[in-house]
């Protein structure tokens, strides 16, 4: 399946990443490692989920043959996938198109808002 546009969900526990081109999609969720977090008044960091990079890199993963990317989710664990793949993966930096806050949206929800984004964005280029 040739598919040009991803669109990747993310929050700490789980990415949803959908692949799609004009007439078809596939989708794939990916399971974060189970962290008990601890809280500690007065500690930096505490009760925050810690980074995964092995979570990342299996988002990454199911990413990697689309064209073009944009990344949303509802808090910072997008903005940690970005700095992650422009850290490990710079010349896939350059395919990421956007970077939104999108609350919890169904998949069908989430792929309708991709498709709107990017053929907002290939008019814009003249594609």
Known sequence: MANYHAVIWIDHDEAHVIR???SDAESEIIKAPHVHLHQKVGVAGAGRAPEHP????????AAKDSGELLIVGPADAKLHLVKHIERTHPAMSTRVAGVETVDHPSDGQLLVHARHYFKAADQMRGQ
């Open 54 to 61: 092995e979570f990342y890199e299996k988002v990454i993963a």
């Open 20 to 22: 799609f081109g004009r």
